[in-house]
C-alpha cells in the first residue's frame, strides 16, 4: 500500500531557481508531513516539516505548502544551489509511524 | 554530539544464515526505529520502540524478522534464514520521544546482501 508518492523520480534545475519537488498521499489521517534530504551512502536528515493543521512553513530557503483537500504537498528551493543536489523524501506520519515516499533526485546545476 | 551509528555498515551472507544489525541511538533518545530501504525505494517502516518496548511492530513482514532493545538504549535487528529478497539498507533512526511531530534522527544505515 504505497500511502505516500512522489510520482517524479528526478528533478534537473539551474543553479539560483526555484525548484519545486511533489508530493501526494492517500490517507487523510496523517498528523505530520516532513522532507528529508538524503545523501549517498549516509542516512536520510531531516529538512523541514508541516504540522497538518497549517498549510504553509517556511525555514530559510525552504517551504513546505500543504493542501489538505487536494492531499498533496510540496517543498519548494529558492534559490537552488549545487549543494542542494541530492534525493529528497517525502514522509507522512500518523502518530509515530512514518510512511516515506520513493524520493525524488534533485539536481541543481552550476 | 555522536548521531545514531550502526554496525556493520555492511554485510555479506549467504541465503539461510542468520543476521544481527545493530543500532546505537542518539544518547538519551528514548524512541528508536528500524527501517528497511530496497533500491529505488523510500524507506519502509519495519518497528518501533518506546523505551525496551516494541510499541509497533506492524511493519515486520514475517516471523524472520525480530528485534529487541532490552535496556532502552541500543536495539538489534535479527534476521533469521535470511533470503534474496532480504538484501536493502536497513536503517535506523531515534527520536527524543515519540510524540507528535517528533523529528527522527537516522543513522548511515546497513547494507545487507544476501547471496
Known amino acids: 500500500d504505497q500511502q505516500v508518492k512522489q510520482n517524479s523520480p528526478s528533478l534537473s534545475v539551474q543553479e539560483g531557481r526555484i525548484s519545486i519537488l511533489n508530493c501526494d498521499y492517500t490517507n487523510s489521517m496523517f498528523d505530520y508531513f516532513l522532507w528529508y534530504k538524503k545523501y549517498p551512502a549516509e542516512g536520510p536528515t531531516f529538512l523541514i516539516s508541516?504540522?497538518?493543521?497549517?498549510d504553509k512553513n517556511e525555514d530559510g530557503r525552504f517551504t513546505v505548502f500543504l493542501n489538505k483537500s487536494a492531499k498533496h504537498l510540496s517543498l519548494h528551493i529558492v534559490p537552488s544551489q549545487p549543494g542542494d543536489s541530492a534525493v529528497y523524501f517525502c514522509?507522512?506520519?500518523?502518530?509515530?509511524?512514518?510512511?516515506f515516499g520513493a524520493g525524488t533526485r534533485l539536481t541543481v546545476k552550476p | 554530539g555522536a548521531g545514531v551509528s550502526q554496525t556493520p555498515s555492511n554485510k555479506v551472507t549467504e541465503k539461510g544464515k542468520y543476521v544481527e544489525l545493530r543500532c546505537d541511538p542518539i544518547s538519551g533518545h528514548t524512541a528508536l526505529y528500524w527501517y528497511r530501504q530496497s533500491l529505488g525505494q523510500g524507506p519502509e517502516f519495519l518497528i518501533y520502540?518506546?523505551?525496551?518496548?516494541?510499541?509497533?511492530d506492524s511493519g515486520l513482514p514475517n516471523d524472520r524478522f525480530f528485534a529487541v532493545r532490552p535496556e532502552g538504549s541500543v536495539s538489534t535487528l535479527k534476521i533469521q534464514r535470511t533470503e534474496r529478497g532480504d538484501s536493502a539498507v536497513y536503517l535506523c533512526?531515534?527520536?527524543?520521544?515519540?510524540?507528535?511531530?517528533?523529528?527522527?534522527?537516522f543513522g548511515p544505515g546497513t547494507r545487507l546482501l544476501v547471496l
Open positions: 508541516i504540522s497538518s493543521i497549517k
Open positions: 533512526a531515534s527520536s527524543l520521544s515519540s510524540g507528535r511531530g517528533e523529528t527522527q534522527y
Open positions: 514522509a507522512a506520519s500518523l502518530i509515530q509511524t512514518m510512511r
Open positions: 520502540f518506546q523505551g525496551t518496548g516494541a510499541a509497533d
